[in-house]
């Protein structure tokens, strides 16, 4: 007799291309994955075809600001100033309470998207560290089904903010995983470098991972990036530092980055680019001509740079949008970098599931022999069609578990003499 697992997952395609794999779990991890695999699951899962990936993984969030949004008014101008100001005036009201309820249903959202590892900034410059007690709190709630990773954001500038050295420091003793900087937002460039000079060492010191906000301007001369690498270098930090959001490289001067490109590659340093806030934040003092304000991530992808795209943002005080949807995030990345090419647009899918998984440090992460079996079934057949259709989740799956399920997106037609159902695939 065939021997017995705990779940089969019957004809589904992978991101690499393979068609008609079977994959068997057992005890929360993959076992098997193969064609016509000769197994028994107690349960059995038929994907009909569809792609089973492993989670989407949102390299940079703010959770401790998600579904704040019209708290206390909405941002008028959609500006990033005017979020600025707004996230100033919420600040003193926040209570622990609404942080930790607003996160965690942020996080059912992010289940049913699929997404299941966060990496979530959480700004340190509140005296009280309120946001930090909640997210802690947070991450061990949801610790069964979603990996939280927390960054010590030091928002207001850790050498501008009286504060910001201390507080950032006691977040790290309280159990915050990562460390965070604004380089570009302290008082001088010379500040700026001093203090990713500060979080370098203070991460090296630690055994930390760095993961600072990183030049997220449009001046061309804001190259922060190029003393994070040099740090990372010098301290030998290689693979464990992420400069995110880049955006003044999109203004940079071509000859310039031609050097900066290879000395972050050198330096092992991943870049994290938020195609939604960069496209709608950046180039706002421009009038026409206007810049889109994102990295250059398909440079930085040909020079071997290890690349995500986050959300940022999703109802907050700076972005009125969102829903905790990777693949939307994708779409505004691969339109935004013109990564239309077919190896471009796989790279996109990438850039939203294995890149940041490695940035993150996931173990076990992949859909493979020895993998934990946190697995997504999409309503679509390939990698490009779930960015094309953001495809519904049909089934979320954490160490071989069922925790969300959505129903294939298809509408009914009522048209004589055409099909009564129409699902958005391409079918000849
Ligand atoms: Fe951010």
Same mark, same amino acid.
């Given at each position: 007799m065939d021997a017995t697992v705990d779940t089969v997952i019957r004809n589904a395609s992978l991101v690499d291309g393979q068609r008609g794999v079977d994959v068997a779990i057992m005890a929360g991890r993959i076992t098997a994955v193969g064609p016509a695999l000769p197994l028994r699951g107690a349960a059995e899962i038929d994907a009909g075809g569809d792609l089973l990936s492993a989670p989407f993984v949102d390299a940079h969030f703010h959770m401790d600001a998600?579904? !704040?949004? $019209?708290?206390?008014?909405?941002?008028? !101008? $959609?500006t990033l100033l005017e979020g600025i100001a707004l996230w100033a005036e919420l600040k003193p009201q926040l209570t622990q309470q609404a942080l930790i309820e607003r996160a965690l249903q942020y996080c059912d959202w992010a289940v049913a998207r699929g997404l299941l590892a966060i990496r979530s900034h959480v700004d340190?410059? *509140? =005296?009280?560290?309120l946001a930090v007690e909640a997210l802690l709190e947070v991450r061990r709630q949801v610790a069964p089904y979603l990996d939280l990773q927390l960054v010590a954001f030091p928002q207001d500038g850790l050498l501008r903010s009286p504060t910001a050295l201390a507080n950032l420091q006691r977040a790290l003793a309280m159990g915050v995983d990562v460390v965070g900087g604004i &380089?570009?937002?302290? +008082?001088?460039m010379a500040d700026g470098a001093d203090s990713v000079r500060i979080l370098c060492e203070l991460a090296a010191e630690r055994g930390l991972m760095v993961d600072m906000h990183c *030049?997220? !301007? =449009? =001046?061309?001369? !804001? /190259?922060?990036i190029e003393t994070l690498a040099y740090e990372t270098q010098r301290l030998g930090l290689q693979g464990r530092v992420a400069g995110s959001h880049l955006t003044s490289m999109h203004s940079m001067d071509n000859y310039y980055v031609s050097k900066l490109l290879p000395l972050i590659r050198e330096a092992g340093v991943a870049a994290i680019a938020n195609p939604l806030i960069n496209i709608t934040l950046?180039? /706002?003092? *421009?009038?026409? &001509?206007? +810049?889109?304000?994102?990295?250059r991530v398909p440079e930085m992808l040909a020079a071997g740079i290890e690349v995500a795209f986050g959300h =940022?943002?999703?109802?907050d005080p700076w972005y009125s949008l969102g829903s905790g949807d990777m693949l939307e995030v994708a779409h505004m990345g691969l339109h935004v970098a013109q990564m239309t090419g077919q190896q471009a647009m796989h790279a996109c899918y990438q850039a939203v599931t294995s890149n940041p998984a490695r940035i993150l440090g996931l173990s076990d992460y992949g859909v493979a022999p020895g993998c934990h079996a946190d697995l997504v079934l999409l309503d679509a057949p390939d990698p490009v069609t779930a960015i094309r259709l953001r495809a519904a989740r049909r089934m979320v799956m954490r160490r071989g578990k069922v925790i969300a399920s959505a129903p294939r997106a298809v509408s009914q037609l009522h048209l004589e003499g055409r099909p009564a159902e129409a699902d958005f695939r391409l079918r000849r």
């Open positions: 998600t579904l !704040s949004y $019209g708290l206390p008014r909405v941002n008028g !101008s $959609g340190v410059c *509140d =005296d009280r560290l &380089p570009h937002f302290e +008082r001088t *030049d997220e !301007s =449009d =001046d061309p001369l !804001s /190259r922060h950046q180039g /706002r003092h *421009d009038s026409y &001509p206007k +810049r889109r304000g994102m990295t =940022d943002c999703v109802l």
